[in-house]
């Protein structure tokens, strides 16, 4: 037990000295475009909230609250106005196809029991979701992408915030400040 508590103890302080923060007071980069229909922010901003909430059910490690939240992120992907997006037909398709892929790892995550699973199948929905953003923007919102090294025994996972604050939804509390900020897109 003594050397279990001794290994978390060395993973974190590892993690922490790998741990990259913005300097106080950096703003993020300049703002960028997001030239698209208002319908179509408006309900990526409640998806977006929805995935937040995903991500908080996540840090505390509450699988009740984790399911809920991949039910509803579920249901605002499924229902994102994608005939509003003014766009050529290869990159439509591409965000179509992300929309399709999400949907189907989200059920996959409400239909697993161990929360360990179900926090890889939410790494994958955080990466198809962040490229749907670069690809579209978010109107009015800057997300934040966090980054931990010692996710899935050290390969690494990446997800979305909508502040700098340092949580870490792959450790749940052992390990909430396990978190690089790596990225920020401001619309």
């Known amino acids: ?11 974190f302080l590892a993690c922490n000295e790998s741990v990259k923060k913005e300097p106080a007071g950096t703003a993020p980069q300049e703002h960028l475009k997001a030239p698209y229909a208002a319908q179509f ?3 990526l901003q409640v998806t977006m909230d929805a995935y937040y909430d995903l991500t908080d059910g ?17 249901q605002h992907v499924d229902s994102l106005p994608l ?14 196809s992300a929309t399709g892929s999400i949907s189907a790892e989200l059920t996959g995550v409400l239909g697993e ?15 198809m979701l962040y490229d749907i953003i670069q690809a579209t923007g978010l109107k009015g919102s800057t997300v934040y992408r966090q980054y931990c090294p010692m996710a899935f025994n050290d390969r ?4 979305m915030s ?24 401001s619309y």
């Open 1 to 11: 037990m003594r050397s279990a508590i001794f290994l978390v103890i060395i993973a």
């Open 41 to 43: 922010y408006d309900s």
């Open 58 to 74: 996540f840090s505390q490690g509450n699988a009740t609250y984790v399911n809920k939240w991949a039910a509803q992120l579920k």
């Open 83 to 96: 005939q509003a997006l003014q766009m050529d037909a290869v990159k439509l398709a591409a965000i179509r």
């Open 113 to 127: 029991q161990d929360i360990e699973e179900k926090r890889a199948g939410f790494g994958m929905v955080s990466d």
């Open 156 to 159: 690494g996972a990446y997800w």
């Open 162 to 185: 909508k502040s700098s604050k340092l949580q870490n939804p792959f450790f749940g509390n052992g390990m909430l400040g396990c978190v690089e900020v790596t990225d920020s897109l």
